[in-house]
């Protein structure tokens, strides 16, 4: 069975920073695009970041560019999000992704708040 289980979410003030990470099993990551998509209320779920299965080539929305950074952890079979210079346009349910051919997976969400 496989799974992807995120964590790191949480609350953190406007200019603070947050690690997001995305656990796999029952897949090996590395074998997989990976991606973050987040979701805020109201709004349809949008792209964030997304890594090659190589980790060669990374790419970010324009409102994330500079400020996120997508990084693979191959030996604990995981991918992770940095998130800094937060802003509360940021508040969103974090998930990830991970695709390779028709095979698709998503994890179930972890929550991100950016507020004073």
């Known amino acids: 069975q496989v799974q992807l289980v995120e964590s790191g979410g949480g609350w953190v003030q406007p200019g603070g920073s947050l690690a997001l990470s995305c656990a796999a099993s029952?897949?090996?990551?590395?074998?997989?695009?990976a991606s973050w998509y987040r979701q805020a209320p109201g709004k349809e779920r949008e792209l964030v970041a997304s890594?090659?299965?190589?980790?060669?080539?990374?790419d970010y929305s324009d409102s994330v560019k500079g400020r996120f950074y997508i990084s693979r952890d191959d030996n604990k079979n995981m991918v992770n999000l940095q998130m800094s210079s937060l802003e509360p346009e940021d508040t969103a349910v974090y998930y990830c992704r991970a695709r390779l051919i028709s095979n698709d997976y998503w994890g179930q969400g972890t929550q991100v708040t950016v507020s004073s």
């Open positions: 890594i090659t299965f190589a980790g060669t080539f990374t």
């Open positions: 029952g897949i090996t990551l590395s074998d997989y695009a």
